[in-house]
């Protein structure tokens, strides 16, 4: 028998002996090892963990989904969105809500989406005229690139096809710029 243990408090161990000094200390740092180890794997399961950590351009939310910051697009938020300006030629744009019609001009659609986050309609947009007349098929809804062009999404800059140019593709380029007699 030990001297140093008189001095220590007793306690119970696993079966029903009494425990007393170090091996008493041991089963403390145990249980408490153990809620630690409990509570950390709760906290890794609450954490959410979305693609590529939304790439520093979203944050994450819901079901491990990014929600990205304004110009950038993708499920890990990594592209870059380019310039919208008026579509040179467009059309509509379909059952977009899968209700098997074609809702009205001013019946928005897709609100919050990424592509449209004031949200788009499923026919051309109504439009008025400076008395506040609506007018009848109207089209030319904003469009990346302007339509004309393809968006680099690594750099959020349009790639305009042949004949076309500016920051979204929105204007025709001039031939041979004019001959030098005009303005383009």
Not at 118 to 123: A, I, P, R, V
Not at 137 to 157: V, W
């Amino acid at each position: 028998e030990q001297t140093h243990a008189l001095s220590c408090s007793p306690g119970v161990g696993t079966a029903g002996v009494r425990v007393y000094g170090p091996a008493r200390r041991r089963s403390r740092m145990d249980r408490a090892g153990f809620r630690g180890l409990v509570v950390a794997l709760l906290v890794a399961a609450a954490t959410a963990e979305c693609p590529n950590a939304c790439s520093g351009h979203g944050n994450c939310g819901d079901y491990d989904m990014c929600t990205c910051f304004r110009n950038f697009i993708g499920g890990d938020c990594s592209e870059r969105v380019c310039p919208f300006d008026r579509a040179f030629a467009d059309n509509p744009k379909g059952d977009l809500d899968g209700s098997e019609g074609i809702s009205g001009p001013g019946d928005t659609m897709l609100v919050g989406s990424q592509i449209f986050p004031s949200g788009t309609t499923e026919e051309f947009p109504a439009m008025a005229d400076s008395k506040g007349n609506v007018l009848a098929n109207t089209a030319h809804e904003y469009a990346e690139c302007s339509g004309k062009g393809n968006c680099d999404r690594k750099k959020g800059e349009c790639e305009c096809f042949t004949g076309y140019e500016g920051s979204a593709c929105q204007r025709m380029v001039c031939p041979n710029d004019c001959s030098g007699h005009g303005t383009c």
